[in-house]
C-alpha cells in the first residue's frame, strides 16, 4: 500500500476502473455497488482522481477460442488477465479473487472454461501503468475495493492541488 501511495502522489493522472458482474446485483450488494461509484465519482468530481469508468463483466466469461477470439470477448478477458496477473513486484496478487471453473456437463456431453470474476473489482491506474487491483492480498493480507476508496481518500487529502492564478 505504501508503493500505491507513493505513486499516486507522483503521478500526473490518476484514474479508477471498476468492472461489476451486473448493474442490478442482488438487493444489499446494489447499494454498496451505487455508494463505492458514487464515492469515486465524488473523488474525481473534486479532482483526486481524472476520471472513473465502470465495466459489466458479466458472471463468467468463457475461455474457448469462439468466445475469447471475438472483439469484446477478447478485449475483456485481456483486461480481466491484467489484473489477474497484478502485483508480483509488490508480493501482492488478485489472482483468489479471479476464479477459473471447468464446467461440465454429462447431459451435453461439453465442458468449457469460465473465468469469474468477483462480484466488484477496482484497477487504479497512474499514469496509465497499473498500480493496484482490488481486491486482493498483500504480504498475507486481504484489501477490499471499499479499503482502497479508503486508501483514496487518505491520498487525496495528503495530495496539495496547485491551482494557478
Known amino acids: 500500500m505504501d508503493a500505491t501511495a507513493d505513486r499516486f502522489a507522483t503521478a500526473d493522472e490518476r484514474r479508477v476502473e471498476v468492472f461489476v458482474r451486473s448493474m442490478l446485483p ?8 451505487e455508494a463505492l461509484i458514487a464515492r469515486l465519482d465524488e473523488l474525481a468530481a473534486a479532482s483526486a482522481l481524472d476520471g472513473v469508468s ?12 469462439t468466445c475469447s477470439g471475438t472483439d469484446g470477448g477478447g478485449d ?9 496477473e497484478w502485483g508480483d513486484e509488490y508480493d501482492a496478487t488478485a489472482s483468489p479473487f479471479f476464479e477459473t471453473r471447468e464446467l461440465d456437463s454429462s447431459i451435453a456431453g461439453e465442458t468449457a472454461r469460465a473465468l ?9 491506474y497512474c499514469d496509465e501503468a497499473l498500480a493496484g487491483v482490488f481486491p486482493c492480498r498483500i504480504g498475507g493480507r486481504e484489501y477490499t475495493v471499499a479499503d ?8 487525496a487529502g495528503e ?4 491551482v494557478e492564478p
Not at 465502470?54 to 477460442?65: I, K, S, W, Y
Not at 469469474?116 to 487504479?124: D, K
Not at 482502497?148 to 491520498?155: I, S
Request: charged content about 25%; hydrophobic content about 45%.
Open 26 to 33: 442482488p438487493l444489499g450488494a446494489k447499494s454498496r455497488q
Open 54 to 65: 465502470v465495466t459489466v463483466t458479466g458472471n463468467r466469461l468463457c475461455l474457448c477460442d
Open 76 to 84: 475483456l478477458i485481456d483486461r480481466i488477465a491484467e489484473l489477474d
Open 116 to 124: 469469474v470474476p468477483p462480484r466488484v473489482s477496482a484497477a487504479l
Open 148 to 155: 482502497l476508496v479508503d486508501a483514496l481518500d487518505r491520498f
Open 159 to 162: 495530495r496539495q492541488l496547485v
